[in-house]
């Protein structure tokens, strides 16, 4: 039995399991993807005090630095988490580990769009990523779906790589702060589309043809011709592996306290997946060192 078993390595889960082996805690972290959470798919850190870095880069020194101090990491998705009072048993498709405690940090996933075409086209001109699939788009026309900071963020790091970027907005604002509106108000190859929803997507050649998109108000169509299209439209918690525990919200997001603690003793979460009102790479840090110290203070 291990001292704690993290679940996701963000950096609300490398964070808690750095100030967890500080400690002299014994750490497993597990994750089903690469190391860093959606810092890997973030092209410039520019928020974190004192560190100007590419997200992968930043994922990487925190991965690293978490393994130096003696945490463990495993490959795998969690399934499950089994409360037994004193302990927890977490399992895996293959794997079940026992723990002491238990610290969440599964952070979110994208939220689709919901129109006809967009599974199909999934991987053959949608994404959700412009990081990881950007430069297939060299020199093309691209559609971005969205208009809070994750979608003018993905927008400016497309206009450098695509020919044109059309942006589709619901409302008649935008939701992104000034900081990146004034930044993408620079770019002569970023045309806004207000007041416009997305509707169907077209194909020519198993690829991506055009995004139909539709009027907010009077619900007319027109056709906008495409080869990509990256929805920033918003984002949900995973945590259904841990739906049957009561601790998630009518979102799905868990609810802590001041320690990071779920209702559950001996459960704790930080991150993107818990209910809170700022989800940035430096909240998800400051819930991993609460959540951290705190277990392994919890053991001595």
Request: charged share 25%; glycine share 12%.
């Amino acid at each position: 039995m291990v001292d704690l078993i993290v679940i996701g390595a963000g950096p609300a889960g490398l964070t808690a399991a750095l100030y967890a082996t500080r400690a002299g805690a014994s750490v497993i972290v597990l994750d089903g993807g690469a190391p860093g959470g959606k810092l890997n798919l973030t092209a410039e850190i520019e928020n974190y005090p004192g560190v100007v870095k590419k997200g992968p880069e930043l994922a990487y020194s925190m991965y690293e630095q978490c393994l130096s101090f003696g945490a463990k990491y495993e490959f795998g998705e969690v399934t499950k988490i089994e409360d037994l009072g004193d302990h927890k048993i977490v399992y895996t498709a293959k794997e079940k580990y026992e723990t002491k405690y238990v610290f969440i940090a599964t952070g979110t996933k994208e939220r689709k769009m919901g129109i006809s075409g967009e599974e199909e086209m999934t991987g053959h001109g949608v994404s959700y990523c412009a990081v990881c699939d950007g430069p297939f788009f060299k020199n093309k026309v691209v559609c971005v779906v969205g208009g809070g900071n994750s979608a003018i963020e993905e927008s400016l790091y497309l206009s450098d790589i695509a020919s044109h970027v059309h942006i589709i907005v619901r409302r008649d604002v935008l939701r992104a702060d000034q900081y990146l509106i004034d930044k993408m108000k620079e770019k002569d190859n970023i045309e806004m589309h207000y007041l416009k929803k997305p509707h169907a997507i077209e194909k020519k050649d198993g690829k991506v043809s055009g995004l139909v998109i539709e009027d907010s108000k009077t619900g007319e169509l027109s056709t906008i011709p495409t080869n990509g299209i990256f929805p920033f439209i918003g984002l949900d918690p995973i945590s259904g592996f841990v739906s049957d525990l009561g601790i998630v919200d009518d979102k799905g997001y868990i609810e802590v306290n001041e320690n990071q603690e779920t209702k559950v003793k001996g459960i704790f979460a930080g991150g993107d997946v818990t209910a809170k009102n700022l989800r940035q790479v430096i909240t998800a840090a400051n819930d991993g060192a609460i959540a951290g110290q705190y277990i392994a203070s919890l053991l001595k």
